[in-house]
């Protein structure tokens, strides 16, 4: 008889259950906790009356746009990678630092022109 036991990296606990998943299921607590706890803030504070009200400048949009674009050549470069294509995978690579250097500098920008800095940023 040979024994077939499966070599694992994880650790066991007294519960059972992987320590990775444990983890991973108290972060995901934690950010729903979070989220529900900003919520709450919003809306109780909304409530009060003396919220101040400020429309988002068009900024915020392009803002948007420049990180979802970021994101998509940041996977780019991971699956040119995983293929071999270092060509691409520099390209891909050079063209995220590029978009997260616009998305700082215009986010910078984009704070004292919308004089947004007067409610983060209170002296």
Do not use: C, H
């Not at 919220?51 to 420049?66: C, E, G, K, M, R």
Request: hydrophobic fraction near 50%.
């Amino acid at each position: 008889m040979t024994n077939t036991n499966v070599i694992s990296n994880e650790k066991e606990t007294t519960t059972g259950i992987p320590t990775p998943s444990i983890l991973l299921w108290l972060g995901i607590g934690s950010m729903i906790m979070l989220f529900g706890g900003l919520l709450s803030g919003y809306i109780v504070r909304r409530a009060e009356g003396n919220w101040d009200s400020f429309a988002l400048p068009f900024q915020f949009t392009i803002s948007t746009i420049v990180i979802v674009l970021g994101s998509i050549t940041v996977q780019w470069a991971l699956f040119a990678i995983k293929r071999n294509q270092k060509e691409l995978s520099r390209i891909m690579l050079i063209a995220t630092l590029g978009l997260s250097f616009f998305f700082v500098f215009f986010s910078i920008l984009r704070m004292e022109s919308a004089n947004l800095t007067k409610y983060f940023f209170r002296i």
